[in-house]
């Protein structure tokens, strides 16, 4: 029938229009459902058209004539509906394109719209009390007429095929068909519309399976890197710890490298002494340990030690043990009485910040230590410079990390937590020499210096301190930095 099929199509948009709260996609499924229903029923009625339409067509020229007018009324109707429904189909693809960011604007336009689809479906509901009367006269007339505007374009193909036998039926119903054609251009550029926007939707939809797939991918991807830096971070931590520890063995094998040649320094000096003492001249073949010439006799040279250093001046000569060897460390208690400018330059340090009283001072000489020290300083000089400090030693926190620490004021390692007392009431303290090198701020929990850049661990800074800019407290963590001159004993 001619208006049937609009009126279903406009029920079903009215129906979806209804349920503003229904999924979008139900009701593009029920659009293409009636899209569906209609190509189903173009395909059935195609093939029998033509020759109905021989039959039928002429006698119902008439027929269709006095129709006509009744139907003008239902054409407009179903005109205004088609628009309301192209607007409402625009409006839809809108709210799909900006459903995220408009969705209370698009429940405010569905409550309105849902009031307007209220009022049209009394308006509809009017219409087709009124077009029952005509529908139960026409309903043949309405099928084939129907027919006639979905299948005209495929029974245009069909019609100039038969030309010949239908011209007079082409010329009555020329300004038929004209009227026929644009409203069948209408209806196809609708299903053009409705196919492509399927295709727009299906389309929208494998992009997003793909885009979920390549997420997906890149998730794994970045799990297995993820995995892989987490290996390799064991790996360099292994390697570090495997260096870490080569590098102490190195260091131990250096201790006894310059353990033996401190004793070798000590037993050159002597034999020096000796020799120096007794009357006559160097004997030749004596064994040349370095380059530098310290004196020049009759029968050959005195050089230098190889072994880098050279112990202070102001150092007397180790005492032995009962072996007969030179004792390791050897303390040596500074005469107040004399005010030797040595005793007065660590009292005048202590004093600065500290104003207990300094029952003694003694110097500290431990050759061993000492060539550590200055191996270690010798190196820092050469690569960026030592920036060797004098600090004071009796904190026993771990506030800045887990290595030895050191104070520019005697007044705060002076503090009984730092210094505590021993049976006697007196408490110790020690002026130290430190290679501070490069520093930066440190924190708890520190077991080595932190690293200049996260890409490099083996770059390291070579103490922290407490605060940045004017450092007061100092923190090493390698013992070969730091070197105890003084042990000050005060009350």
Known sequence: MENEVPISAVNVCMDSEEQPNENHDFKRYKLSQVLSSFEQKLREKGTCFVNDARLTLFPWTQALV??????????????????????????????????????????????????????????????????????????????????????????????????????????????????????????????????????RLEIERLTNQSYQEVVRTKEEAFKVQL???????????????????????????????ILNQT?????????????????????????????????????????????????????????????????????????????????????????????????????????????MYMIRKQKMDKAKGSNELWLFHGTAATMYGNGVYFAEDASYSAQSKYSPADASGQRYMYLSRVLVGEFTLGKQGLLTPPAKNPNDLTDTYDSVVNKIPNPKIFVVFYDWQCYPEYLITFR
């Open 227 to 257: 995995l892989q830096l987490k290996q390799e971070q064991k790996q360099k931590t292994a390697l570090e710890r495997t260096l870490s520890r080569l590098e102490t063995q190195m260091e131990v094998e250096r201790n006894r490298l």
């Open 66 to 199: 006095s129709v006509e007018e009744n139907l003008n009324h239902t054409r407009l109707a179903f005109k205004e509906m088609e628009e309301t429904l192209k607007t409402e189909n625009r409006n839809m693809c809108e709210m799909l394109a900006n459903e995220i960011c408009l969705r209370n604007q698009r429940e405010q336009e569905f409550r309105e719209k849902e009031s307007m689809l209220e009022e049209t479906k009394k308006t509809l509901e009017k219409e087709k009390i009124s077009r029952n009367n005509a529908e139960e006269e026409l309903e043949e007339a309405k099928s084939v007429s129907m027919l006639m505007k979905i299948e005209m374009c495929e029974a245009k193909r069909k019609l100039r095929e038969t030309e010949g036998l239908l011209d007079k039926l082409s010329q009555s119903l020329a300004e038929e068909e004209r009227l026929r054609t644009g409203m069948e251009e209408e209806l196809k550029q609708e299903t053009l519309s409705c196919a492509e926007l399927k295709k």
């Open 263 to 371: 004793a070798l320094s000590a037993a050159q000096e002597k034999l020096s002494e000796y020799e120096r003492r007794q009357p006559g001249t160097i004997p030749r073949g004596e064994i040349a340990l370095g380059e530098k010439i310290l004196s020049r006799g009759d029968g050959g040279n005195v050089r230098k030690g190889t072994f880098g250093f050279l112990l202070p001046t102001y150092w007397i000569l180790q005492p032995k043990d009962s072996q007969d060897l030179e004792k390791t460390v050897h303390l040596v208690e500074l005469d107040r009485a004399s005010g030797t400018q040595e005793y007065k330059n660590v009292q005048d340090r202590f004093r600065k910040t500290c104003p207990n009283q300094i029952v003694k001072i003694e110097r500290v000489q431990n050759p061993a230590l000492f060539g």
